[in-house]
């Protein structure tokens, strides 16, 4: 029967005596701990009993080296000397050289490298001598650039590229690197152009990383066509690398803030990875940015990393009765409880998700209420360390009840909305809480957005709240709910999953019911303009009525529209027949491939 250690001597609990033998020992090896350091696995308590050699935790309770040591985990910002994407940013930091670029149809093209080239390749050589200590196991990890471009030279196509495998050359330099530098380990990614894994066995010291990122994060998640590709990309990999680790993830990119339940899924996952021979594991959480539980989810996955068959019930309850003594129980019964529903509801937890993603997976919006006020009266009796954590933990929390009042059909509360906001405006006292998601997600901004979203709700009613409208054209899977765009309910510029009606369709046509719109009214339609998401404005916004065109907005084109901006865009109908429907037609640009737009409202003055 397994014991979880870290349940007497959890993160937090570890002596202050404990903790600095740890670091010593990291120091006295290593001979220094800052970032892009040498490999830190062998120096870890415990890892001959450990399931995998590698095992890191990229969250903000794993971010320093006393948390490292605390929790036995590793972190890529310390203990890899090249790091994912970035020889740029290390290798080539003083400049890539015209060789260094790749031949991309017959041409120099300078968003991808060569990696037949010998100026990479010294360039590579020069860093690792330049900044790997001596006596050192180095990881060192050599990636093409983040997009789908090989190189077709002449020196890699002889090494068997192709316009869509950069592998061979990659490959071909992991193996002269590995075999030039025996001490380090030299890894690739099986990624967009290097996916499939070589022909010939490569050097002992050499490995991969695999991107766990198609399986589903839902029980089962091991089943299914997906997990027999991934399964399948595992084994071919495992016969050319000795070291095959995979990168998982364990939060929602596109909300740090909201609770993500994600631990009994991330154990199956794990007891899956070590029955397959995998040998090593990177978590990749929020970084260096606060998530909620995040404190108690990085001690258990710590834990996990170690004996995937460790107790999930008791790391939790453990962990959070030695750091919330007035809190942890109720803390404990409330998270636990949501684990069991996402297992109990076999629910999807993505990586990229919005609040109704959440709700359909574990989150009840009354019982999320209870639990808030229930932690809330807790903190009151709390001190010290405790109640600066449940401070951090209900201010974030803040972001999550405003999201639920922003639902569709949800009960819109304006009294509840402003006591948030002035809750959630206490993240300016915490640094690493400045943003709630991967990418262009400050918390300021948010708010401000908020409170125009309040003014625009508070607005009244237009002609057409509450009419229904109907759909004459195809719908996207998941929405064909057309009320979305009648219930003077409005969304953020900066979030298309909630409240945002989407449509990839070349034309989109939704019919308003007879005497909806009068002759010379104004229909406004909101759209969003987010071309990273690739929503974009349409091309035309039409009125039409007994097949003659009764109206036409301006939509401004090109560089024209504003990128994280709501357009209000206006048609002004001409003469109307009142006993007649009119269509509203929504018809995207033939020169954008794939487009899809994006609808909040739709008003009529």
Known sequence: MYSCRYTSKPT?????????????????????TEAGTADRARLLPGDADAAFEYRGLYTPS???????????????????????HNLRKTALADGVPEEAFATVDGRKDRSQLCFSSEALHRAVVAYIQDNATQGETARVALVPDDNDLACTCEACRRAGNTPQNATPAVARLLGQLAREFPQHLFFTTAYLTTRHAPKDTLPPNTGVLISAMELPMKAGGSKGKKAQRFAALVADWQRAVPRVYVWDYVRNFDDYLTPFPCLRLVQQRLLWYRDMGVRGIFLNGSGNSYASFDDVQTHTLACLLKNPEAPVDTCVAGYLRRHYPVAGEALARHYLAWEDQVLRR?????????????????????????????????????????RRRLNRLLTALQFTRLE?????????????????????????????MAHY??????LDIYRWEWRCLMAENAAAPDALQGTRLDFLSQPDGGYADASLLTDGRYALPTDYHTGWLISSARETVWQLPAGAVRSGAVVEVSFLCAPR?????????????????AGEAVVPGGSGATPWTKYKLKCRAATLRPDAPVQLRVTQSDEVRKPTVAVDEIDVF
Not at 437 to 442: H, I, K, L, Q, S
């Open 12 to 32: 937090g609990g570890r002596t202050g005596l404990h903790v600095l033998l740890l670091l010593l020992l990291l120091c006295t090896a290593c001979g220094r």
């Open 62 to 84: 794993n971010a320093i080296p006393q948390q490292m040591a605390a929790n036995e985990a590793h972190n890529v910002d310390h203990d890899w000397l090249i790091w994912g």
């Open 346 to 386: 076999k629910a999807l937890l993505p990586w990229y998700g919005g609040i109704g993603d959440a709700v359909q997976a574990w989150l009840d919006p009354d019982g999320f209420e209870a639990f808030h006020a229930e932690a809330d009266a807790l903190k009151k009796k709390s001190e010290g360390d405790e």
């Open 404 to 432: 639920l009042l922003r639902r569709p059909h949800a009960d819109y509360d304006p009294a509840r909305a402003a006591e948030c906001l002035e809750l959630l405006a206490g993240h300016e006292a915490f640094g690493d």
């Open 437 to 442: 998601r991967e990418a262009d997600g400050p």
């Open 533 to 549: 998401w690739r929503i974009f404005l349409p091309d035309r916004v039409e009125l039409w009525q007994d097949g003659r065109k």
